[in-house]
């Protein structure tokens, strides 16, 4: 079983560290096998994509997307984030008998928030919107990504 894994995460490019659960794909700029992306779509308004690769744990591509969602908006200066929109698709893999998690993507919009309010909603679904701590969504998310070391002082 090991060995297997090990295969996978050679065969796509990733370290025997990066195949321990929960950070196959880890916290990180966009690339090949998966990460992060943003961008400002208007002023206040970032839309975030995540994307994992087929050796993540389930829920990592999302994760990463909140966190980093998270992230910019905790750099603005906001405490709250209000997701306005989000897209989303998995996939599941059987390789084996082996179920993974497969390619899963998320695409979130956010908008910074002073405040614990309800904000404007571009979802179809009403539901998909709603306003969440920054602090608290960070110290949720952290334990299930493998985010990168600090830079030594």
């Known amino acids: ?3 297997m894994l090990i295969a996978l995460c050679l065969l796509f490019g990733a370290t025997v560290a990066e195949a321990r659960p929960g950070t196959a794909t880890k916290y990180r700029p966009h690339y090949l096998l998966g ?3 943003d961008k400002m779509d208007e002023p206040g308004v970032w839309q975030v994509y995540g994307r994992q690769n087929a050796i ?3 829920l990592f591509a999302r994760r990463m997307a909140v966190y980093r969602a998270a ?3 905790r750099q603005a200066g906001f405490e709250y984030m209000q997701i306005i929109d989000q897209k989303g698709k998995a996939t599941t ?3 084996s008998g082996i179920r993974s998690s497969g390619n899963e993507e998320l695409t979130i919009w956010v908008r910074g928030s002073h ?3 309800p904000g404007e ?3 179809k679904e009403p539901s998909a919107c709603f306003t969440v701590s920054v602090a608290k969504t960070m110290a949720e ?3 299930f990504l493998f985010l990168p070391e600090a830079a030594p002082n």
């Open 56 to 58: 993540a744990e389930p």
């Open 141 to 143: 998310i952290t334990p």
């Open 93 to 95: 893999l059987v390789i």
């Open 121 to 123: 909603c571009r979802a």
């Open 1 to 3: 079983m090991i060995r």
């Open 35 to 37: 990460g992060y992306k």
């Open 115 to 117: 405040a614990d309010v």
């Open 71 to 73: 992230d910019l908006v």
